[in-house]
């Protein structure tokens, strides 16, 4: 059992139910995972820099669910066994994970909710281990090569990056604000966030910042039988939403039940735990 941090995310639950957690042995790592409720289970995965306490606010409002929310490899809790890794390293880790914790539904599959990079190694699990899902929803994957205005995000990004590293070599945490700024900036009084990102601003660029120049399978994407699915939020940056734009283009099958469109959920933004109430509301309802 791993002992809970005296400050804890400003949008948690008064009261919320405290987890159990430890660590699990999964691929050669040492994770690091959560479970909440009781009910049909749904794994949240997140980024390099999200960690477990980063979903709490979203994990304690899914009631009627076991709710599993995990440090991905090399964040935080977790160990860095094999760590910086590509998004198939962590897709067999999410699945590794969700047979070890014996929460695959027989015949059924287990639901995922995937945000960002969290989004990309989701898809990576549905396209891999289709036997394992029963519905994945990608929320915002970060495939920033999937659009014009996604690759000029990256460029201006990568740009940032390299520039403010050459002049500040291991200099994580400015690195990271660096290309934050203005695009996933912590809301007014919401200091917690930034405090828990600079923690993981390491993380972040050498974790997740290469996962956004990777590319997915398009042609394995259209023909895969997984149930996938893709949602935006509505104030997010345009290049998100064109991403997830065409993701559901190439997704959609002639005759299939796939969704003509994708889903828009209503106030959120690309860090989707800063709006709790409606995104645990989103998936509630699509995992219902």
Do not use: K
């Not at 390099?48 to 899914?62: T, V």
């Not at 990271?176 to 600079?198: I, K, Q, T």
């Amino acid at each position: 059992m791993v002992d809970r941090e005296p400050e804890t995310n400003p949008f948690a639950l008064p009261g919320g139910e405290q987890p159990s957690a430890n660590r699990h042995a999964v691929n050669g790592c040492q994770l690091y995972a959560e479970l909440r409720g009781t009910g049909p289970a749904i794994l949240i995965i997140g980024a390099c820099s999200d960690d477990a306490e980063m979903f709490r606010s979203i994990a304690e409002r899914l009631t009627g669910f076991t709710v599993v929310t995990y440090d991905a490899r090399g964040t935080l809790r977790s160990s860095r066994d094999g760590w910086p890794c590509g998004s198939a390293q962590h897709a067999d880790d999410a699945a590794e994970l969700l047979r070890t914790l014996g929460l695959v539904r027989p015949r059924q599959g287990t639901d995922v909710f995937g945000a960002s990079a969290g989004g990309i190694v989701a898809l990576q699990l549905a396209l891999r281990h289709p036997e394992l899902v029963r519905r994945v929803i990608a929320y915002e994957p970060g495939y920033l090569e999937q659009s014009e205005s996604g690759r000029a995000l990256s460029a201006r990004s990568v740009e940032s990056l390299d520039r403010h590293l050459a002049s500040h070599p291991g200099d994580w945490t400015g690195a990271m604000a660096a290309v934050f700024a203005g695009l996933l900036d912590a809301p007014a009084g919401m200091e917690w966030y930034s405090r828990r990102g600079a923690a993981l601003a390491e993380n972040f660029v050498r974790g997740d910042m290469p996962l956004t120049v990777e590319t997915v399978d398009t042609a394995q994407l259209a023909r895969s039988d997984a149930d996938i699915r893709f949602a935006c939020g509505s104030t997010s940056h345009r290049a998100f939403q064109e991403i997830v734009e065409e993701l559901t283009r190439i997704r959609r099958r002639p005759g299939s039940t796939d969704p003509e469109r994708h889903d828009v959920i209503d106030g959120a933004g690309h860090v989707c735990y800063f709006t709790p109430e409606p995104v645990a509301s989103f998936i509630r309802l699509q995992f219902a």
